[in-house]
């Protein structure tokens, strides 16, 4: 289980290069990718920019209204879907990409309204589309995986009731990997792995205890808490290995398997 | 075998609810859809207006630079898909939305040239992303139909090499009714049908005999030429019946499939 995020710098000719040598020496793989970085420059392009609001625990997310959905999906399902799966079929790879939507493969609940710090003020701001995968479809992706096909997955998310919802990729695809009982878990982004003082890349964590994840908490920085959190959440579902890695090198996912990175184990 | 175009007019949720009735009374249904007039729309408000080129035969296309085919993804493969897909699982549909890059649904060959007609001189421009269906994969459609998943399809296809390229929806609606044996193919848009006198609504040419599709291409203006000339492969292939109907009314499927509209048979 591979997730690449959508930050600046990431090389996803890298990961892709990477992902096919992979794939045709017969590894099983599901790639999960983000499109963040892109989504917040169209955004700004069509005259509707990023909203980020921060919880009162201290988590970032992006307050998802209705036109900032569709903004969403059009980056993240149709250009950066596409081109993951275009770079993967060119290298020989038959790829299929879906969103959490098809085939509800990501489900979750609907959350209509957030609580955000503003000013030192805790709001709440209604219309939001967002949620947490609760339920992942295993058998679509067992299905595909057999029949030769390599899923590259994407938020959105279906709702129980059908309805699209924005979720943060990394604890989906944590989601997936307990559900598929994957070897191995690999966050890969624009850092170096979980740094105990953030940007230092010298600072590097290179090891967390499974069951300590959640003390490491103190540690990350805006995005990097959900990656800590999916992490936790995998290895408690099973997941033996999740390596937080650097989606910037050459062979970025062979690097992590190697152990590059932040392995918590 | 459904197609529902991407023009002005067309009532998507109309479409959603009665392909929702018809899949859920047992009925096996595959849809495919374009997603011209939203391009359109974002290439503009994106700094990269449409361009459009008539060939010197007068068939009517979009020409696709990179820059176009990204555009393109984005609506098609994000908004109007992903849009799609919601509708219908919403209304209890297990719909799955992919482009013919996935699995490699539909295959052509990469046409890098075209010959367009610019005050009245035929010139070739370099750097398109175009291509015809060439090549179907049933067996991916007849895994997610057999499981219980509606297949919701879209351009772009993928070239032999695995490039994107930008293929008329209505000839791969076609080719895979061809493929998939279909019973028939709808051609939905937003016209009640051929008319004989365009645009005049009441010289709605009925039927089509289908020995002699191509001799009622006189008739077709701009995209409809692309409609008769699919209906015309489609029942070479093997396709009973081949129906243009009206996307802008209330029940458009089981209207077309009652022989509303011009009936190829």
């Not at 005259?47 to 209705?66: A, E, L, Q």
């Not at 903004?71 to 060119?90: D, H, T």
């Not at 000013?119 to 992942?136: F, I, P, Q, W």
């Amino acid at each position: 289980m591979v997730k690449v995020g959508g930050s600046l710098g990431i090389d996803y000719d890298a990961v892709c290069n990477d992902i096919a040598d992979l794939w045709l020496e017969g590894k099983k793989l599901v790639l999960v990718h983000g499109g963040s970085a892109e989504t917040n420059r169209i955004a700004e392009l069509l005259g509707h920019p990023p909203k980020f609001v921060t919880s009162p625990s201290g988590y970032t997310s992006r307050f998802t209204d209705r036109e900032t959905l569709e903004i969403f999906e059009m980056v993240y399902c149709g250009k950066q879907n596409k081109g993951i799966v275009e770079r993967l079929q060119r290298r020989g790879v038959n790829a299929v990409g879906l969103s959490g939507l098809d085939g509800r493969i990501f489900e979750g609940k609907h959350k209509d309204s957030v609580r955000a710090v503003e000013n030192g003020k805790v709001k709440v701001l209604r219309g939001d589309h967002t949620g947490t995968v609760e339920k992942v479809n295993g058998a679509l992706l067992h299905l595909l995986l057999e029949n030769g096909y390599l899923p590259v997955l994407t938020p959105p998310a279906s709702s129980f009731e059908g309805v699209a919802i924005n979720v943060d990729g990394d604890r989906a695809a944590a989601a997936l990997a307990t559900e598929l009982k994957a070897e191995a878990l690999l966050l890969l982004s624009n850092v170096p792995g979980l740094l105990k003082n953030f940007p230092d890349e010298s600072s590097l964590i290179k090891h967390i205890p499974a069951n300590d994840v959640e003390s490491y908490l103190e540690f990350a920085q805006d995005r990097m808490k959900k990656k800590v959190l999916g992490a936790a959440e995998a290895v408690q579902g099973g997941c033996q290995r999740v390596i937080f890695g650097d989606a910037r090198l050459e062979k970025p996912v062979s690097k992590a398997l190697a152990g590059m990175g932040t392995v918590v184990s």
